[in-house]
Structure formats: structure tokens, C-alpha cells
């Protein structure tokens, strides 16, 4: 069995498995949002690798870098880190970013309205 797999878009199941993991991804991007890299300075622990050009010379290197270092990553910060990008999370953030709109301009509580 291959040790690198390519998954592309996968069911919110297999993500749930995934999320300890560690990632090795292209700098650039969304990637560069939700992704802790190994050499970020700071509290966060790290997620993830990234590698800079799109190339597979580029990607080669960054798989090594990962197995030189995999040690570094811990499974249960990444699942920490993860929840930030959560669905159930996601939801109540716009919820909340909605009322605080509405109070701004004076609508009236989310509650107060009727969906069709």
C-alpha cells in the first residue's frame, strides 16, 4: 500500500478520521489560512508542511522534510486545531456575525425572523 495518497474531495466521515493528521500542502492559497507550518514561530502547534512550487521536485522535498520531522506533530493538537474549521462551529460563528448585523442596523433579533 502506497504511503502517500491523494484523496481530492472526500465524505465528511473520512474527513473526521483525517482530522489528526498532518498535512503536506502548497503554500499558497486557502491552505495558507487553516494550515500550522512546522516553522511558524509562536504557540500554535504545527499542522502541516508546506511545500512552494508546484513541481514534484517541490513536493519530494516536502515529503522528506515531513518524515524528517514527523516526530514534531502531535495528533491531538492537530485534532485541536481542526475543530476551528468545524462545521457545527462554522454555523453558530455566522449565526452569531448575522444578529450582531442585524442589532447594528437595528432589525431586531435573528429570531425574529420568518423563514419561508
Do not use: M
Given at each position: 500500500?502506497a504511503?502517500?495518497?491523494?484523496?481530492?474531495?472526500?465524505?465528511?466521515?473520512?474527513?473526521?478520521?483525517?482530522?489528526?493528521?498532518?498535512?503536506?500542502?502548497?503554500?499558497?492559497?486557502?491552505?495558507?489560512?487553516?494550515?500550522a507550518?512546522?516553522?511558524?514561530?509562536?504557540?500554535?502547534?504545527?499542522?502541516?508542511?508546506?511545500?512552494?512550487?508546484?513541481?514534484?521536485?517541490?513536493?519530494?522535498?516536502?515529503?522528506q522534510?515531513?518524515?524528517?520531522?514527523?516526530h514534531?506533530?502531535?495528533?491531538?493538537?492537530?485534532?485541536?486545531?481542526?475543530?476551528?474549521?468545524?462545521?457545527?462551529?462554522?454555523?453558530?460563528?455566522?449565526?452569531?456575525y448575522?444578529?450582531?448585523?442585524?442589532?447594528?442596523?437595528g432589525?431586531?433579533?435573528?429570531?425574529?425572523?420568518k423563514?419561508?
Amino acid at each position: 500500500e502506497a504511503n502517500i495518497k491523494f484523496l481530492g474531495w472526500v465524505t465528511d466521515d473520512t474527513l473526521a478520521r483525517l482530522y489528526a493528521s498532518p498535512v503536506i500542502a502548497y503554500g499558497r492559497g486557502g491552505a495558507l489560512e487553516t494550515i500550522a507550518p512546522l516553522n511558524r514561530t509562536g504557540t500554535t502547534s504545527p499542522t502541516g508542511i508546506f511545500f512552494d512550487e508546484l513541481t514534484p521536485e517541490s513536493l519530494i522535498a516536502g515529503v522528506q522534510a515531513f518524515q524528517q520531522q514527523r516526530h514534531l506533530f502531535d495528533p491531538a493538537a492537530i485534532r485541536r486545531h481542526s475543530c476551528r474549521f468545524s462545521r457545527d462551529r462554522f454555523k453558530v460563528q455566522i449565526r452569531d456575525y448575522i444578529a450582531a448585523c442585524r442589532r447594528e442596523q437595528g432589525l431586531g433579533k435573528l429570531s425574529d425572523v420568518k423563514t419561508p
